[in-house]
């Protein structure tokens, strides 16, 4: 098993640090659960049967996360591939390598609970 520490929601601002803003002028965050469905439609898992499986398996432990992700090896295997050679905007892949290393960089010992 792997544990990944969900991070908390990350603000988005451009490469010269100006706060990304929608069209009405709401400033744009990202939530790690977004970010992780972003993950999830990665040709990595896609390929195979196997691969679905873990797409479904994610999701599922994402919904039920409480502030930590468990998941299987496989699956985190699978995740933290994707999330590794993953495409990303330019524009604001920066602001998500907390996001990233929160997942490549996920536990093999159970957090304990507070």
């Given at each position: 098993?792997?544990?990944?520490?969900?991070?908390?929601?990350?603000?988005?601002?451009?490469?010269?640090?100006?706060?990304?803003?929608?069209?009405?002028?709401?400033?744009?965050?990202m939530?790690?659960?977004?970010?992780?469905?972003?993950?999830?439609?990665?040709?990595?898992?896609?390929?195979?049967?196997?691969?679905?499986c873990?797409?479904?398996e994610?999701?599922?432990?994402?919904?039920g996360?409480?502030?930590?992700?468990?998941?299987?090896?496989?699956?985190?295997e699978?995740?933290?591939e994707?999330?590794?050679?993953?495409?990303?905007?330019?524009?604001?892949?920066?602001?998500?390598?907390?996001?990233?290393?929160?997942?490549t960089?996920?536990?093999?010992?159970?957090?304990?609970?507070?």
């Open positions: 098993m792997k544990y990944i520490t969900i991070p908390s929601s990350i603000d988005l601002y451009n490469v010269q640090g100006d706060r990304i803003h929608d069209e009405r002028g709401t400033p744009q965050y939530t790690f659960e977004h970010f992780i469905y972003g993950r999830l439609v990665d040709p990595a898992f896609g390929c195979d049967m196997a691969a679905v873990s797409v479904v994610v999701k599922t432990q994402m919904k996360a409480n502030g930590v992700l468990a998941l299987e090896n496989v699956d985190w699978r995740l933290a994707a999330t590794r050679h993953g495409k990303y905007h330019p524009l604001v892949a920066h602001c998500l390598l907390p996001f990233m290393k929160a997942i960089e996920a536990s093999s010992e159970k957090p304990k609970e507070h």
